[in-house]
């Protein structure tokens, strides 16, 4: 993990930063990532607090020792909070529903609109078969892309004592 944080009684502590108490915590978010701003595929936990405060925590799926230590953090810190802090959320995905609705449909509108680039082409240089492959792949290529945002990044919940196997390292 990027920083050293740890549980300690009733808080989390990192030497280079004041303790987040447990019960200020309100939010656990979960999720993996397969590339985007950090450029590499990671397991990452968002941590939000009531006073605003968010924690970030992540490991990159090459990094072995890295990802042994998230997930034995991840495992024991929701061991901790559904043992003693039961109004916590625990939630997988972006945060924001709107958001995601709006980069889906972005999405899907920018797959649909290259599909009809291609039928234009086709219709205009008479070019059927290469058109016809060429929009199969693209279509092919938009509902994996589509399916992947659904699977990653659809906003929902999770049961803290059976965390899914995709939120978390293989080890």
């Known amino acids: 993990m990027t920083q050293q944080w740890s549980l300690s009684g009733d808080a989390l502590t990192c030497p280079d930063h004041v303790p987040i108490w447990l019960s200020e915590i309100t939010e656990v978010n979960l999720l993996f990532v397969s590339g ?19 924690l970030f925590l992540r490991a990159d799926v090459g990094n072995v020792p890295d990802v042994l230590e998230y997930k034995a ?20 995905g ?8 709006l980069f889906w449909w972005i999405t899907a509108i920018t797959f649909v609109g290259v599909e ?51 939120l978390l390292p293989r080890t």
């Open 116 to 166: 009809g680039l291609v039928v234009y082409a086709v219709w205009h240089r008479g070019k059927l078969m290469v058109g016809v492959i060429f929009m199969v792949v693209v279509a092919l290529l938009g509902a994996g892309l589509l399916w992947l945002i659904q699977r990653l990044l659809q906003p929902g919940h999770y049961d803290p004592k059976a965390i899914p196997t995709w």
């Open 36 to 54: 985007g701003e950090y450029g590499s595929a990671h397991f990452s936990c968002r941590i939000y607090c009531h006073n605003g405060k968010t």
């Open 73 to 92: 953090f991840i495992l024991a810190f929701h061991a901790v909070l559904t043992a003693g802090f039961p109004r916590i959320l625990f939630t997988t």
């Open 94 to 101: 972006m945060r924001s529903k709107f958001g995601y609705r």
